[in-house]
Nanobody, 115 residues
Framework: QVQLAESGGGLVQPGGSLRLSCAASGSILRINTMGWYRQAPGKERELVARFMGSGFIKYAESVKGRFTISRDSSKNTMYLQMDSLKTEDTGVFYC?????????WGQGTQVTVSS
């Protein structure tokens, strides 16, 4: 089993920045993928950014150039630096972890971009 704990969400004005963190604990395998997903009100959950198995990073077109995903493997922690935030970035952000054991999701952290 893997547990994920997100933090860092909040209320920010358009143009502002936030940094999300996702700490993974439990049976972490060396080969895994991690990523961030977002669910806006009334919409389906969608990919924001993720590490692919080959080390390649995939970003949603809507966040390219504004968001940066990173991770500290020594701490089993992943980050999402979000800059130049827009009102349409509002939603619940979820951390995802996947490996040979299965797929795991965090509880989500709310990000609200509003003036």
């Amino acid at each position: 089993q893997v547990q994920l704990a997100e933090s860092g969400g909040g209320l920010v004005q358009p143009g502002g920045s936030l940094r999300l963190s996702c700490a993974a604990s439990g049976s972490i395998l060396r080969i895994n993928t991690m990523g961030w997903y977002r669910q806006a009100p009334g919409k389906e959950r969608e990919l924001v950014a993720r590490f692919m198995g080959s080390g390649f990073i995939k970003y949603a077109e809507s966040v390219k150039g504004r968001f940066t995903i990173s991770r500290d493997s020594s701490k089993n922690t992943m980050y999402l630096q979000m800059d130049s935030l827009k009102t349409e970035d509002t939603g619940v952000f979820y951390c995802h972890y996947g490996d040979a054991q299965g797929n795991y999701w965090g509880q989500g952290t709310q990000v609200t971009v509003s003036s």
